[in-house]
T-cell receptor
Framework: GNSVTQMEGPVTLSEEAFLTINCTYT??????LFWYVQYPGEGLQLLLK?????DKGSNKGFEATYRKETTSFHLEKGSVQVSDSAVYFC??????????FGQGTRLTINP | NAGVMQNPRHLVRRRGQEARLRCSPM?????VYWYRQLPEEGLKFMVY????????ESGMPKERFSAEFPKEGPSILRIQQVVRGDSAAYFC????????????FGPGTRLTVT
C-alpha cells in the first residue's frame, strides 16, 4: 500500500538557519504530494503541493520538489523564523482518495 | 467564505458513553473526510463520504464507529461505548470535486475519555 516516511523529530534550529525535513514515499502510479503545517491547537493548513514529477511547490519561503527517481519530496527553507515553529506533515494522495500522512516532524525555532 | 467547521472543539466523555462529532464542510463542498490523530502521531484516514453515501470506510474500526453525511446538515462521526483508547483529535476535511480534490481541514475535535 501507499506510505510516507518522514524524518524523525523533533528538530530544533536557531533563527535564520537552513531547514531540511526529509520525506520519502511509496506508491503505485503518480500520486500528488503535499506538505501540511499544524500550529499548536489548530488544524492542518496546506503549505504547498506538487502534482507531477519535477514540479516544485513553494509558499512562504518553503519549497519542495517532486523527485520521482528518488521518491522524495523534501521540504526546505533558506532562513527560518520563530513563527515557523510547528509540526510539519508530508502526505500523498492518489485521485479523489484519502490522504496518507507521514508521522509528522515537530520543528522548534529558537530566537 | 467560512472554512470547515467542527464542533464541539473539546469533548469529554466517560468510558461507555457515546460521542458525536459534527463537521460542516465549506460551502459548495460535497465530499467529507474524517481523520484521527493519536497523540504524537500523524493523521490516519478513517472514512470518506459524499452526500448520503459512504465511499471508503477502510480506516474505520469495525465496531462502535459509524459516520454519516445526510442530504441536509453536517456530517456526523459517532463513537459508541467510548474507551480510553478513543482519546484523540478527530479532524474533518472537505473538498469540492473538480478542484484537484484539494482537502481543507477543520480545527478538529479533541476527545478525552476519562
Amino acid at each position: 500500500g501507499n506510505s510516507v516516511t518522514q524524518m524523525e523529530g523533533p528538530v530544533t534550529l536557531s533563527e535564520e538557519a537552513f531547514l531540511t525535513i526529509n520525506c520519502t514515499y511509496t506508491a503505485t502510479g503518480y500520486p500528488s504530494l503535499f506538505w501540511y503545517v499544524q500550529y499548536p491547537g489548530e488544524g492542518l493548513q496546506l503549505l504547498l503541493k506538487a502534482t507531477k514529477a519535477d514540479d516544485k511547490g513553494s509558499n512562504k519561503g518553503f519549497e519542495a520538489t517532486y523527485r520521482k527517481e528518488t521518491t522524495s519530496f523534501h521540504l526546505e527553507k533558506g532562513s527560518v523564523q520563530v513563527s515557523d515553529s510547528a509540526v510539519y506533515f508530508c502526505a500523498l494522495r492518489q485521485g479523489a482518495q484519502k490522504l496518507v500522512f507521514g508521522q509528522g516532524t515537530r520543528l522548534t525555532i529558537n530566537p | 467564505n467560512a472554512g470547515v467547521m467542527q464542533n464541539p472543539r473539546h469533548l469529554v466523555r466517560r468510558r461507555g458513553q457515546e460521542a458525536r462529532l459534527r463537521c460542516s464542510p465549506m460551502k459548495g463542498h460535497s465530499h467529507v473526510y474524517w481523520y484521527r490523530q493519536l497523540p504524537e502521531e500523524g493523521l490516519k484516514f478513517m472514512v470518506y463520504l459524499q452526500k448520503e453515501n459512504i465511499i471508503d470506510e477502510s480506516g474505520m474500526p469495525k465496531e462502535r464507529f459509524s459516520a454519516e453525511f445526510p442530504k441536509e446538515g453536517p456530517s456526523i462521526l459517532r463513537i459508541q461505548q467510548v474507551v480510553r483508547g478513543d482519546s484523540a483529535a478527530y479532524f474533518c476535511a472537505s473538498s469540492r470535486q473538480g478542484e484537484g480534490f484539494e482537502q481543507y481541514f477543520g480545527p478538529g475535535t479533541r476527545l478525552t475519555v476519562t
